[in-house]
């Protein structure tokens, strides 16, 4: 038991992965195969299910991949050894090395780690490596390193976004109001011959870009009013003139206002040339990341966890989720929107994992960052202070047994409640 617990230990505030090397212990063929044929089916069975559902969890596969190309390149840049690179976690199903690094896949795909030698005093390792641990390189280095892997989502969100905005377009304003259905029944919409298509330019005078001046500028009359409208159908101007009708259900009443009979719609993508995606990009990466620390302490509130477990519908906005949730909205987003909105959706994702990761504790990166900057804090020009991180194992304890509870009962809603 005492092995199993400073294994757990290791793993926990030690770096991260498996401290045990394969030492060439070739994983057997029969292993490989049923491990990564199950994989494969999983992957086809999404696929066959939905194809956007597959695309956004591949998409999160490479995210999670790039992630750890962020520590492993970082820290080779920097002179620490790393010995391991892995995607996935538990058992191994296919390994290899090349130079001092073993590469590999393992059975569980929902994860990747990067393993570098000397995180903290409690990572023992030879002597003529010390040289090369985490923990004897300057500060600037180690916080380089540990903050990669978030820095690389923050990256990945900003090409996805850019990339999108530049083609496709970014989700506001066309700058012209759209009659999205056909017009209400007996209204003066349909009584003048307003169409499905056509763009509403003006409304008794007052020019109309957006819907929210459309509804205004309907709202500015009275019921019996007779207005001048001016519409584009297929490229021809068009002038009408319609009397207002009552708005149903305020007839008759004190509240009685004027109703035209149609939904106009502004919204829609507009491409973007490359300057402004940028400067767009980072905006929305900047308020994403905002939002997504608001969201960070609501999901980890124990007292949201259960109150959304117990009420008989959960808040989609603060309930807890997984990848199943989330692979859901992804499937059903890719239905409606093709690649923009799945690409749209991942960048999101990329950005809360990013900041989700950077919390203050360990076992997260955001932990041995602040490590890392309690011990620059506490060192001297002549003496270089060193953390004892094993004060915190209980914390990080403490911190994984609320992450498994957020799993589990995400994984429930996910399944008896799922978002779309």
Do not use: C
């Not at 090369?132 to 820095?151: D, E, N, Q, W």
């Not at 490359?274 to 007292?303: K, M, Y």
């Amino acid at each position: 038991m005492s092995n199993i617990y400073s294994r757990v230990r290791e793993e926990l505030v030690g770096g991260g992965g498996d401290p045990t090397p394969a030492n060439n212990e070739h994983v057997p063929l029969s292993t490989s195969f049923v491990g990564i044929v199950i994989i494969i089916a999983l992957l086809a069975w999404l696929g066959f299910n939905n194809i956007w559902t597959l695309v956004f969890v591949l998409g999160l596969i490479v995210s999670v991949f790039l992630h750890e190309i962020g520590h492993f390149s970082t820290a080779r840049m920097t002179g620490m050894k790393v010995t391991q690179f892995y995607m996935g976690f538990g058992p191994r199903l296919v390994s290899w090395r090349r130079g001092e690094v073993e590469y590999g896949l393992r059975a569980f795909p929902i994860g990747a780690f990067v393993r570098i030698i000397g995180m903290n005093n409690m990572d023992d390792t030879d002597p003529a490596d010390e040289p090369r641990t985490y923990r004897s390189k300057s500060f600037p280095k180690r916080l380089l390193v540990i903050t990669a892997g978030s820095l690389m989502h923050a990256v990945i969100a900003l090409v996805l976004f850019v990339g999108v905005y530049s083609t496709a377009g970014r989700y506001g304003e066309t700058g012209r109001v759209e009659v999205m259905d056909a017009p209400y029944a007996g209204s003066s919409a349909e009584l003048v011959g307003i169409r499905e298509g056509d763009i509403i330019v003006s409304f008794d005078g007052v020019p109309i870009s957006t819907s929210g001046e459309f509804v205004s500028a309907v709202r500015a009359n009275r019921p019996g009013d007779q207005v001048t409208v001016v519409i584009d159908r297929g490229g021809q101007s068009l002038t009408l003139t319609p009397t207002l009708t009552t708005f149903p259900g305020t007839q008759d009443t004190a509240n009685a206002r004027a109703f035209f009979g149609v939904a106009g719609w502004s919204r829609d993508y507009v491409q973007l040339g490359i300057g402004e995606a940028v400067v767009r990009s980072v905006q929305d990466v900047a308020s994403t990341a905002r939002d997504s620390v608001v969201g960070v302490f609501t999901v980890l509130n124990p007292l949201n966890i259960a109150e959304n477990l117990t009420s008989e519908v959960a808040d989609p906005l603060t309930r807890p989720s997984t990848v199943v949730g989330a692979s859901q909205v992804g499937g059903e987003i890719g239905r409606e929107e093709g690649w923009k909105g799945v690409l749209l959706l991942l960048a999101a994702v990329n950005v809360f994992v990013g900041v989700f990761n950077m919390m203050p504790l360990l076992p997260f990166d955001g932990g041995h960052a602040a490590v890392a900057v309690y011990e620059r804090v506490r060192s001297t020009r002549s003496r270089r202070y060193h953390a004892d991180v094993r004060k915190l194992a209980p914390v990080a304890t403490a911190v994984v047994a609320l992450l498994v509870m957020l799993l589990v009962a995400g994984l429930y809603l996910d399944i008896t409640q799922p978002l779309l």
